[in-house]
Nanobody, 124 residues
Framework: QAQLVESGGGLVQAGGSLRLSCAAS????????MGWFRQAPGNEREFVGT????????IYADSVKGRFTISRDNVKNTVYLQMNSLKPEDTAVYYC?????????????????WGQGTQVTVSS
């Protein structure tokens, strides 16, 4: 059974940084594109960023471009989301997702596996 487990969330002041990790197990994700999404209370889940299986392609939402960076280590089956210059509006539950395809993809309906989410809270 494929499983994704996020970690690294927490409470941080505005302007601070956090690094989220997503550890994959149960199957090899080396040929899977990965994505990060987030959902704030009362809002729909929104795209944050995605990375291709090779790591050669990354795409970001405009709201996080220049502040967030996605990377991956296919040996460790782990994807990372480095978040810098955090803002209160970044507060949300962050989800990691994997798809059965190699290409980076921005829509949530293109993903086949999801983690349980990790809370990120940015105080002003």
């Amino acid at each position: 059974q494929a499983q994704l487990v996020e970690s690294g969330g927490g409470l941080v002041q505005a302007g601070g940084s956090l690094r989220l990790s997503c550890a994959a197990s149960g199957r090899t994700f080396g040929n899977s594109a990965m994505g990060w999404f987030r959902q704030a209370p009362g809002n729909e889940r929104e795209f944050v960023g995605t990375i291709s299986w090779s790591g050669g392609t990354t795409i970001y939402a405009d709201s996080v471009k220049g502040r967030f960076t996605i990377s991956r280590d296919n040996v460790k089956n782990t994807v990372y989301l480095q978040m810098n210059s955090l803002k209160p509006e970044d507060t949300a539950v962050y989800y990691c997702a994997a798809r059965r395809a190699a290409a980076a993809y921005t829509a949530s309906n293109g993903y086949d596996y999801w983690g349980q989410g990790t809370q990120v809270t940015v105080s002003s």
